[in-house]
């Protein structure tokens, strides 16, 4: 028996309505390790490149790993992968919190949408029972008021709520995912994948026990790790940064994470957990703006909508610097003064962006499709996109040496980059005894090394079919 892992594969035809659940392949598991690169391999399989990524045949799959939900501290993340709407490239967005564990207690490591719903739904996951329901009442909801809603409907708090909001809905390109309305799956619009296919929100609720081959083993190999973390250096920097503790009500962690990381804010018009680093400096320092607490605002109004803080930030941040160079002026942006600091502007232009009104529509589709189209327009092309050419190159590159390959390792086996990469507290050594003792399948160093080359192979392909398609 295949210890660690769900056991099943969750296949949800959105057009058709047809749920089919599939066995794993234990020989397929042991390739793949499980997250990241067991999306991988699977777009490798039935994803067709060529695809327009908001068409209803782009795939948008959720992946856990072995030992998602067990005892290894930290070991709750999850990807969800598809066709970037963002990027056109594959795209996939980490997450941790406590959805991907539930995922595997319901029995699933891998969740696999295809097709496009007729109208609005959501997709309820209890154990073996799967239903598409009806969503239409929850549609232009808010993350929040959908995550209430669904689980007021439900009449139970034990499900785990993956919603979009007005964002994912409206097809902005960088929309994201709100996990119980407070963490969130950013990057690569996997939150617009979701609105493409109708699918609201995705809720989840499983009864049953991870299993480990070796627990004795495995326990004891989780005791030394959180040994390890307690003693670490930066321990105490990560739990208490600075520009937290003013605010900060309480720490709060992901499903067994003892680094308890997240800064939960409770402030007039805040309530978030976090927020990372980007978020907050992305609409403090980089927009010009020398206030926190509006940072903090802001960072819940992007929950509350379901878009991402990094891109948005980015196109924002793009404008501000194109007008104080001159490129751009207020003719070219519906008279929105997009001078570096005013607030004003930046919740004007995020408004427009969520609802796709105005010029909004344009800053919806990315920082690419922005810099050149308004390059175009104001006839300073070549001088805008030197500003937007790094950001736009970093959204597209992947695998290049030895960290990623540490990284998809941590990805692979679900684990917080916070946590085991940060803080360099498992090397692949380690990996291969929580691994093996965790699943039973001898994962030895030189496995590992297979998976992980086939993984980054598979992506390379991908990627070197997708360039040369024409865009
Ligand atoms: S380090 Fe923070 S983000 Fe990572 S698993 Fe722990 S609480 Fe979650």
Redesign the pocket.
Known sequence: MLHGYGGRILRVDLSSRRILREKIDPDYMARAIGGRGLNSLRMLDELDLNLDPLSPENLLIMGIGPLTGSLLT?S?GMTISGKSPLTNRVGNSIT??FFGPELKRAGYDQVIFTGKAKNPCYLLVADDHVEIKDATHLWGLDTWQATSAILKELGSNLFQVAAIGPAGENLVKFANLAFNGFRMGGGNGMGCLLGSKNLKAIVVHGTSQVTLAKPLIFHALCSEMDQKIIAHDTFDE?TKETPARANQVKNK??YN?N????HYHVKEQVELEGPEHDSLHGYSSRLGVDDLSSSLKMNTYLNKMGIDSLESTQTIGLTMECFQKGLLNRNDVDGLDFSLGNQKTVYAILKKMITREGVGDLFAEGISKLSETLGKKSENSLKISEIADPLVKKQKTFFTGQTDQQELLMDCMTL?K??ELAMDTLDIDAASKFLTAGTGIDFTLKRIEKSLQGIIDANKKMNTDLSSIKE
């Open positions: 930290s709750a941790s919190g990560i962690s992901c994470c680094l308890n990381c997240f917080c916070k946590n």
